[in-house]
């Protein structure tokens, strides 16, 4: 978690949606500054709105996409894979020496619960290709279902898989993990988030089979 020494300012892109709202609320109320990034800049101020209402305080801004990005030290982008080269590509300036945490999951719709490789290889390393070396990318929250973030105080029984290429950055994301109510596990090199891509259409499938609700990982052993 955050020491509080620095306030460090984390925008969410896609934090209007409900994966990046729930992982907004909760570092809001564990000592970050957290900016809501959206397409449209007025629809994530009305979204910090209600979210700070839900809240009971002033504790999340909303602010368009490439201002959200610029004022932050961290970016999260949580948004379809549909619209994911074109948020990056928007914002790539302002990413340019920061971390940027990739939420994305290749899913290619209607067939969500199959596998499915992007030509990159992982959605994460697609952001890296498109960033380019000024960024350091780190890969993480994948296998958390939206379902049971929703509830800024509620019990997440999952863990939390980080995977990228620079250490210090998956330190700092880790910590986030924390902030959020989970166990960070760092799972190597940012090439290994084609492990957590790829589980969670399987989640999605145990959901549906079995009639869960959010189902998710547990690393045992450590």
């Not at 990034?37 to 209402?53: Q, T, V, W």
């Not at 990739?102 to 290889?121: C, E, N, S, W, Y």
């Not at 990318?137 to 620079?166: R, Y």
Request: net charge negative; with cysteine.
């Amino acid at each position: 978690m955050n020491d509080g020494s620095t306030l460090i300012t984390v925008a969410v892109l896609g934090g209007t949606g409900k994966e990046g709202s729930g992982l907004a609320m909760r570092w809001a109320l564990n000592g970050y500054r957290v900016i809501i990034g959206s397409r449209d800049a007025e629809r994530a101020a009305e979204k910090a709105k209600e979210f700070n209402n839900t809240l009971g305080g002033d504790y999340l801004i909303g602010k368009g996409n490439p201002d959200a990005a610029a004022e932050a030290q961290i970016v999260v982008l949580s948004v379809p894979y549909s619209a994911h080269k074109d948020t990056l590509e928007s914002v790539k300036v302002q990413c340019e020496g920061k971390i940027v945490v990739d939420v994305t999951v290749p899913l290619q719709p209607p067939k969500v619960r199959t596998v499915h490789i992007p030509a990159g290889k992982t959605a994460a390393q697609e952001t890296a290709a498109i960033l380019g070396d000024g960024v350091r990318v780190v890969s993480a929250f994948q296998n958390v279902s939206a379902e049971k973030m929703g509830t800024p105080d509620s019990v997440v029984d999952c863990d939390v898989l980080v995977t990228g290429d620079d250490a210090d950055a998956k330190t700092e994301v880790i910590k986030l993990v924390e902030a959020a109510g989970m166990r960070g596990v760092d799972a190597g090199p940012l090439a290994n988030a084609a492990a957590a891509e790829s589980l969670t259409p399987v989640l999605l499938w145990i959901n549906k089979k079995y009639g869960a609700h959010g189902a998710g990982i547990r690393i045992t052993g450590i």
